[in-house]
């Protein structure tokens, strides 16, 4: 099973609005990271928070960490047509080397 | 900044055939990745590198082997190629520590008929 699981699995809301998504995982972690995807295309980093940080910001990004019911939610401010993309949560596990373990992502429509 | 290439970006094979993928960077990491992606299914590690001529298994390592004789490169192959591995390929790299973000390539999409 997956390490990380998102929530919603897909989203849509209009211009302006805010954009929350949810990531939940099984094992302890030493941090997490939340990557975007555009249709068909490779994922791109966002954001990393590590697992002695509750929050952090980047641009119109907050991320929040909660260790103890090991869970994670990605807000996007504002949100603009060119936000439109998946989203994934991936977690670093303390035993698990190197390894990113992803999420199924969430599928955020935009509309303008 | 950081690029991950990946040489094939749309293929068609047979069943029965012998598929290369490859993945080239160009940042000097010393980790490289292989994943698929399917609907419903996320992202999910076929085989993955640490170093040059190592290799370690995913989660779904069966029908895959990997090839890294230079640190920048690292090929996915699959030996006999079936078409439940129709699917997108994702290859990606990293530094040892740091905080572990990898870089993606754009994806390969494979088609087995």
């Known amino acids: 099973s997956q390490q990380g699981e998102e929530d919603p699995q897909a989203l849509s809301i209009q211009e302006g609005e805010n954009a929350t998504m949810n990531c939940s995982y099984k094992t302890s972690i030493n941090n997490l990271q939340w990557y975007r995807q555009n249709s068909g295309r490779g994922l791109v980093h966002l954001i990393l928070?590590?697992?002695?940080?509750r929050e952090k910001h980047s641009g119109r990004l907050r991320v929040t960490l909660d260790t103890s019911k090991k869970s994670s939610s990605l807000l996007i401010t504002a949100s603009r047509a060119a936000d439109t993309a998946s989203y994934f949560c991936?977690?670093?596990?303390?035993?698990?080397?190197?390894?990113?373990?992803f999420g199924g992502g969430t599928r955020v429509l935009v509309k303008p | 900044d950081v690029k991950v290439t990946q040489s094939s970006r749309y293929l068609v094979k047979r069943t029965g055939e012998k598929v290369f993928l490859e993945c080239v960077q160009d940042?000097?990491?010393?980790?490289m990745f292989w994943y698929r992606q399917d609907p419903g299914l996320g992202l999910r590690l076929i085989y993955f590198?640490?170093?040059?001529?190592?290799?370690e298994k995913g989660d779904i390592p069966e029908g895959y082997s990997v090839s890294r004789e230079k640190k920048e490169r690292f090929s996915l192959i699959l030996e006999s190629a079936s078409t439940n591995q129709t699917s997108m390929y994702l290859c990606?790299?990293?530094?040892?520590?740091?905080?572990?973000?990898?870089?993606f390539g754009e994806g390969s999409w494979l088609t087995v008929v």
């Open positions: 990606a790299s990293s530094f040892t520590g740091g905080e572990n973000t990898i870089y």
């Open positions: 590198s640490y170093d040059v001529k190592m290799k």
């Open positions: 940042m000097d990491h010393e980790n």
């Open positions: 928070i590590r697992s002695n940080e």
């Open positions: 991936a977690t670093t596990r303390e035993a698990a080397g190197n390894k990113l373990t």
